[in-house]
């Protein structure tokens, strides 16, 4: 869950998922482990919902995803949020439709928020995603990978052989920073590509 900043290109040198993600586990993923640990050891449910819902980052700050989103409408989604029976909860996948039956109504809040949500809750209720959830950037990374489309989530068996080295929380990060990267390598494989029919 890091800010999903795209990382900078070096225009010299065609990327690889390989290194991709190679540097997202040297880069990010021990960050990424940092922030959650933050949700999981809250002392309640209602601390780490109140927290996750907020976007409160360990420091007191907000979680940049969301800090456009009005205070009012972040309260308001933890209200809601906090009324919710969590009790037969078993994957994060039943967590994530909790949570974004119960955020969807309120105006201002978006996929994002709601993934992010649901996987602050999920690391207290020690729930982590079993897919790859598309939102925003991290869609537009999976369509460089060719697997961009109308659905929401997707399995980590549709994914190349280098991304299998990451859970399917870090490849939704992994593909959010680098989704420039990722076109870049897209673009030079079309281009190899197309030299080998000529």
């Known amino acids: 869950m890091n800010p999903c900043q795209p990382a900078k290109s070096d225009s010299r040198a065609t990327p690889t998922l390989e290194g991709l993600v190679a540097a997202y586990l040297r880069d990010h993923a021990d960050g990424e482990a940092r922030y959650l640990r933050f949700y999981e050891i809250q002392k309640t449910l209602p601390d780490a919902i109140t ?83 598309l939102h925003a950037g991290v869609r537009t990374g999976a369509k460089a990978l060719g697997l961009g489309d109308w659905r929401a989530k997707l399995s980590m068996s549709v994914f190349p052989q280098e991304f299998q080295r990451l859970r399917p929380e870090q490849v939704e990060d992994c593909l959010c920073i680098y989704k420039n990267q990722l076109h870049a390598w897209r673009k030079a494989q079309r281009k190899a590509h197309n030299g080998e029919n000529l």
């Not at 456009?68 to 967590?95: C, M, N, W």
């Not at 996929?111 to 992010?116: E, H």
């Open 51 to 133: 927290k996750a819902a907020l976007a409160e980052l360990p420091n007191g700050g907000r979680f940049s995803h969301q800090w456009r989103i009005p205070g009012p409408v972040l309260a308001q989604a933890r209200d809601t949020l906090l009324k919710l029976d969590y009790s037969t909860v078993r994957t994060f996948a039943e967590l994530y439709e909790k949570v974004a039956a119960a955020l969807r109504p309120i105006r201002g809040i978006g996929l994002l928020t709601i993934y992010d949500t649901a996987h602050r809750i999920g690391a207290f209720l020690k729930l982590s995603p079993e897919q790859v959830y």
